[in-house]
């Protein structure tokens, strides 16, 4: 049984940007999410505090106004005219232009006009006014979203030399005005994902109810992630009213009313409403519509698209082999890059990477540029784990990854026509770079401002990658001396400082996983000497409390490949964790364990973990309370 799911900013963030197409991000503006078990996506924490609500409120106007301000279909004179001063070719004729080509000598016909956009012939045009009258000449037509070129083309040009006739002699087209005028509201078919209104008051100001409804039959049944009852429909409608009787225009009341959907528990709330809610024993399993929202939350971190919201409809989507091909297709779609930014982001702690400042008098290469660089690297080698449908062992060892010119340099790689901010995908050689434990943006954020740190480093494994995890240290334990106060290398220093047999047994576990990373230094840099002068070699060797040795940062990865069914488990529990919103319990110990054993027999893809997860129990049914819940 899940908490009631109240959106996250980047949730809201996303949910209106789809929904009505706002380009700014309003939820940057409210106070930051809390996190629990590693997520800011648990609904256990996602509190609603006043100033919470009040943030809410002044979002919801700014997001209501924008939309109607930009909405295409919010008035039939959406006109764009051209006129002669604005257009390119032919030649300027006062309040005309006219158009001379050397085409079709056909002295019998009229003139013709071909309409061509982005090059290719649409409609031909008869030109059958005589010189000194105007006709226009309309022709309706589908556009896709963005810049295309409309072209008016001449193609039969006529001179008779021989004739007296100064208005018989040469023939020409001349262009007044060229008008386009749209979106046309009155084809479904040809609505805008973001488009609100969807229907219109009369010109007389009649039939103004009967389109209100339809725009908010539509937009909440959108915003609510569910069908909605004419009694909801008809309290939006009523905003809608009083702002007509107060002299305002429909446009100011569909505004308000978009306000209020926006204000609805039912879009800040992933709602799910139980027939028996208090009775632990009543489970259930997830209608199509809240499985809907619960997959496009999970992968995209946003409301469903309209192809899901119509499976939903139609009761399609819990088909087997219909929901494992909208998986596929989710995880292929541009917004699942909102499962690296925001699982991935939290469950490698790249988030961390922005308060990270690495000490500039030791790192001044360190800067905004390289930060960035990191970032990037590790985000887009996770997209491409999960848009090849790679398996997730090559989070370990994957030889490639990604760099532009300035990451390039700090690695000192040679990358034949980098240059700028170019990302290319490079082949490693895996003995200094392969997975993301070698990737300087997990080594940055696992240091110390000053130095490398092989206990936090150790200890990062342990916990994100083994699932694994130390024991707390105890109270009052304190930090290393400075390296003046002790003499040799940070790893001597280390054993000189870690006499307290109290602490020896959590860092037999941590120490040599970071020492065994030590070849990269406080910013992800390889290096084979610990001091700059190059008298301080490092020791990179080290025995595990399990008894494997190793000598190098590739042997120590390829042990920990070994340890593979660790690392499933581990990343298994983290993404159930994201995907249900809530942290995981002893029950769901045999969920977990079937999760593992189906990504083992699809060679751990990583399209296989998401279709367990999907597939589970937890995932696809909810429960009643028992009393004793809090």
């Known amino acids: 049984r899940g908490t009631i799911h109240r959106l996250n900013r980047e949730e809201y963030n996303n949910t209106v940007r789809d929904l009505l197409g706002v380009e700014f991000r309003p939820a940057d503006d409210f106070p930051s999410d809390d996190v629990g078990y590693g997520f800011d996506n648990i609904g256990d924490v996602l509190s609603m505090p006043p100033v919470l609500m009040e943030k809410y409120m002044k979002a919801a106007q700014q997001v209501a106004a924008a939309a109607v301000a930009n909405d295409p279909g919010r008035s039939p004179t959406n006109l764009q005219r051209i006129e002669p001063r604005n257009m390119d070719g032919g030649e300027r004729n006062g309040r005309e232009r006219r158009l001379m080509t050397d085409g079709d000598m056909a002295g019998d016909e009229p003139p013709k006009m071909i309409l061509l956009l982005d090059d290719k012939a649409i409609k031909t045009f008869d030109v059958t006014n005589e010189a000194g009258s105007t006709k226009i000449y309309t022709h309706r037509l589908d556009l896709k979203r963005g810049k295309q070129k409309l072209t008016i083309r001449y193609p039969n040009n006529f001179v008779d030399p021989n004739n007296q006739n100064p208005r018989r002699r040469d023939r020409n087209l001349h262009l007044r005005y060229i008008e386009i005028l749209g979106p046309i509201v009155d084809q479904p078919e040809l609505l805008t994902p973001h488009q ?239 997975g993301i434990l070698t990737q300087a943006s997990i080594l940055t954020i696992s240091s110390n401002p000053t130095r490398t740190s092989p206990v936090l480093r150790g200890k990062y494994v342990l916990e994100e990658i083994l699932g694994t995890p130390p024991p707390p240290a105890p109270p009052d334990v304190p930090e290393l001396p400075p390296a003046g106060e002790l003499s040799g290398t940070l790893r001597e220093r280390m054993e000189q400082h870690r006499v ?107 399209s296989s973990l998401i279709l367990a997860i999907v597939k589970s129990d937890p995932f696809q049914k909810r429960r009643g309370r028992n009393p004793d819940e809090h």
């Open 500 to 606: 307290n047999p109290t602490c020896s047994s959590c860092h037999q576990r941590m120490d040599p996983i970071g020492f065994g990373l030590e070849n990269y230094d406080a910013i992800g840099r390889w290096r084979t000497h610990e001091d700059k002068e190059g008298k301080l070699k490092l020791d990179v060797s080290g025995t595990l409390p399990t008894g494997e040795t190793f000598k190098s940062p590739a042997e120590l990865k390829a042990i920990i490949k070994q340890k593979k069914e660790l690392f499933v488990r581990c990343l298994a529990e983290k993404m159930l964790t994201y995907a249900l919103g809530r942290g995981l319990e002893y029950y769901d110990k045999c969920t977990v364990d079937d999760i593992v054993k189906e990504m083992k027999a699809n060679d751990y893809k990583f």
């Open 196 to 434: 609100l209104f969807v229907a219109l008051p009369k010109s007389d100001g009649t039939g103004w109810k009967e389109a209100a409804e339809k725009i908010l039959d539509r937009l909440a049944r959108r915003a609510f992630r569910r069908p909605v009852t004419k009694e909801e429909v008809a309290k939006l409608v009523k905003f809608v009213e009083m702002v007509l009787k107060d002299g305002e225009s429909f446009e100011k009341g569909i505004e308000l009313a978009t306000t209020a959907v926006l204000c609805s528990p039912h879009f800040l709330f992933r709602i799910e409403l139980d027939p028996d809610p208090n009775d632990p024993n009543r489970i259930r399993t997830l209608n199509d519509h809240e499985l809907a929202a619960r997959l496009s939350y999970f992968l995209w971190s946003s409301m469903p698209d309209y192809e899901l919201s119509a499976l939903a409809d139609k009761g399609h989507l819990r088909n087997p082999a219909m929901l494992e091909q909208q998986v596929k297709s989710m995880l292929s779609h541009p917004k699942s890059s909102a499962l690296v930014r925001n699982f991935a982001g939290q469950w490698l702690q790249l988030r961390s990477l922005d308060r990270i400042t690495p000490d500039p008098s030791l790192f001044p290469e360190f800067d905004q540029e390289l930060r960035y660089a990191m970032l990037r690297e590790t985000e887009l080698f996770f997209d491409t784990i999960i848009r090849e449908d790679r398996s997730v062992l090559e989070f370990l060892d994957g030889k490639f990854t990604f760099v532009n010119e300035r990451l390039a340099q700090h690695y000192g790689m040679n990358v034949d026509g980098l240059s700028g901010d170019e990302f290319r995908r490079v082949q490693t050689d895996g003995v200094q770079r392969s």
